[in-house]
C-alpha cells in the first residue's frame, strides 16, 4: 500500500471515531413497567432507539407483544439528540429526584460509548420532555398496528391533529397511508368524519384533494353516498381547514352535475346525501353552483334533493348582509 493511502486511512479512522464520540447517545432505552410492590416487575411498553435513528416498539400489555419498528428521519434525529443533550444526563452530579406512582413507572436507560446512565421513576423537569417523546413513539405505535390491523380509522382521532396540545405521536407523516386505507375502507359515518378531519389537520390542500378524489374513484355507490353525507353536513365542514373545503368545492360540483345530468332515481340515503350537498352550496353561497342547482330544482326526481337545490338557489341568489 502506498505511503499516502496508509495516512488516508488513519485520517478516515480518527474522522469517524471522533465523529462517534460527538454523539449525544449510541443507545437509548425506556419502559414503562408495574408498581413497585408487585414481586415480579411487568414492564408494559419498551422503546428502543439508535444512534441512526431506527426504532423499536414493543407492547407487552396483553398475551401477545407486538412490535413495530420505522426510522426517523434526520430532522427528526436531530430533535431527539437535541433533546438528549439538554438532557444533560452524563454530566448530571446530584442525586436524581424520583417518584412513585400506585400505577407504576418508567425507567430510562441512555448507553453513550463506555457510559450507561440508568435512571428509574426520575422527577426531574430535564428529562420531561424525553418522557414526552417516548410516550409518543408508544402512541405511533399504537395508532399504527390499530389501522393495519383493521381497526376503524376513529381510534386515532386526535392522534395526529395539531392542536393546542400538539400531535399524540411522535412522526404523524407515517400514519397517512395507514390512515388513508382505513379512510378508503371505513363504514361508519362518524368514525369516516373523525379520520377525514385528523388527515385534512395534516396534510396540504392539494394532498386533500387528491385523497378524496382517487377513493372516489374506485368506491361503490354505497360508499360514495356516505362520503357525501360525511363532506357536505355540519359540523364536519366547519372542522376542516377552510382552504381544504374551498378546494373541494369544484369536485363536489361535478359530482352534482353528474347526477343532475344522469338524472336517475336516488334511494333515501342517497337523496339525503344529495341534498346536503345542494345545502352545503347554499351556505357557502357558492356561485359556481348555480345552473347545477337549476337543474336538480327543475327535477322532481328525488323530491329531497329538488327542494335543498331550490332553498339552495335562494341563498346563494338573496344579498348577503354586509352586501345590502
Known amino acids: 500500500?502506498?505511503?499516502?493511502?496508509?495516512?488516508?486511512?488513519?485520517?478516515?479512522?480518527?474522522?469517524?471515531?471522533?465523529?462517534?464520540?460527538?454523539?449525544?447517545?449510541?443507545?437509548?432505552?425506556?419502559?414503562?413497567?408495574?408498581?413497585?410492590?408487585?414481586?415480579?416487575?411487568?414492564?408494559?411498553?419498551?422503546?428502543?432507539?439508535?444512534?441512526?435513528?431506527?426504532?423499536?416498539?414493543?407492547?407487552?400489555?396483553?398475551?401477545?407483544?407486538?412490535?413495530?419498528?420505522?426510522?426517523?428521519?434526520?430532522?427528526e434525529l436531530a430533535a431527539f439528540n437535541c433533546q438528549i443533550e439538554s438532557a444533560a444526563v452524563f454530566e448530571h452530579s446530584a442525586p436524581w429526584r424520583t417518584y412513585w406512582d400506585l400505577h407504576g413507572g418508567d425507567t430510562f436507560e441512555i448507553e453513550r460509548n463506555q457510559d450507561r446512565q440508568v435512571l428509574k421513576n426520575v422527577d426531574e423537569p430535564a428529562v420531561d420532555p424525553l418522557r414526552s417523546t417516548a410516550h409518543k413513539l408508544v402512541r405511533q405505535a399504537e395508532v399504527t398496528l390499530s389501522l393495519k390491523s383493521g381497526i376503524e380509522c376513529g381510534f386515532v382521532a386526535g392522534a395526529i391533529s395539531?392542536?393546542?396540545?400538539?400531535?399524540?405521536?411522535?412522526?404523524?407523516?407515517?400514519?397517512?397511508?395507514?390512515?388513508?386505507?382505513?379512510?378508503?375502507?371505513?363504514?361508519?359515518?362518524?368514525?369516516?368524519?373523525?379520520?377525514?378531519?385528523e388527515i385534512a389537520d395534516v396534510v396540504s390542500p392539494e394532498e386533500w384533494l387528491g385523497l378524496i378524489s382517487r377513493i372516489w374513484k374506485t368506491a361503490n355507490v354505497k360508499k360514495r353516498t356516505l362520503w357525501l353525507n360525511a363532506m357536505s353536513h355540519h359540523p364536519f365542514y366547519d372542522n376542516i381547514p377552510k382552504s381544504h373545503l374551498w378546494i373541494s368545492m369544484p369536485f363536489l360540483?361535478?359530482?352534482?352535475?353528474?347526477?343532475?345530468?344522469?338524472?336517475?332515481?336516488?334511494?333515501?340515503?342517497?337523496?339525503?346525501?344529495?341534498?346536503?350537498?345542494?345545502?352545503?352550496?347554499?351556505?357557502?353561497?357558492?356561485?359556481?353552483?348555480?345552473?347545477?342547482?337549476?337543474?336538480?330544482?327543475?327535477?322532481?326526481?328525488?323530491?329531497?334533493?329538488?327542494s335543498s337545490a331550490r332553498a339552495a338557489l335562494e341563498l346563494i341568489q338573496k344579498p348577503r348582509p354586509q352586501e345590502r
Open 1 to 75: 500500500m502506498k505511503p499516502h493511502l496508509i495516512i488516508g486511512v488513519v485520517v478516515f479512522s480518527w474522522l469517524v471515531g471522533s465523529a462517534n464520540a460527538d454523539e449525544p447517545f449510541t443507545l437509548f432505552r425506556f419502559q414503562t413497567h408495574s408498581p413497585h410492590e408487585e414481586r415480579e416487575e411487568r414492564v408494559y411498553e419498551q422503546v428502543e432507539v439508535d444512534s441512526k435513528g431506527h426504532v423499536k416498539v414493543k407492547l407487552q400489555r396483553d398475551s401477545q407483544p407486538k412490535e413495530f419498528e420505522f426510522q426517523m428521519n434526520p430532522d
Open 253 to 306: 360540483l361535478k359530482v352534482l352535475k353528474d347526477q343532475a345530468d344522469a338524472g336517475a332515481q336516488l334511494d333515501q340515503l342517497g337523496d339525503k346525501a344529495y341534498s346536503g350537498v345542494c345545502r352545503l352550496f347554499g351556505t357557502l353561497h357558492y356561485q359556481d353552483s348555480i345552473p347545477v342547482l337549476k337543474q336538480l330544482s327543475a327535477n322532481g326526481i328525488n323530491r329531497e334533493t329538488q
Open 162 to 197: 395539531s392542536g393546542s396540545g400538539g400531535p399524540e405521536v411522535f412522526s404523524p407523516r407515517l400514519l397517512m397511508e395507514p390512515l388513508r386505507d382505513a379512510i378508503a375502507s371505513c363504514d361508519d359515518l362518524q368514525k369516516l368524519e373523525w379520520g377525514l378531519e
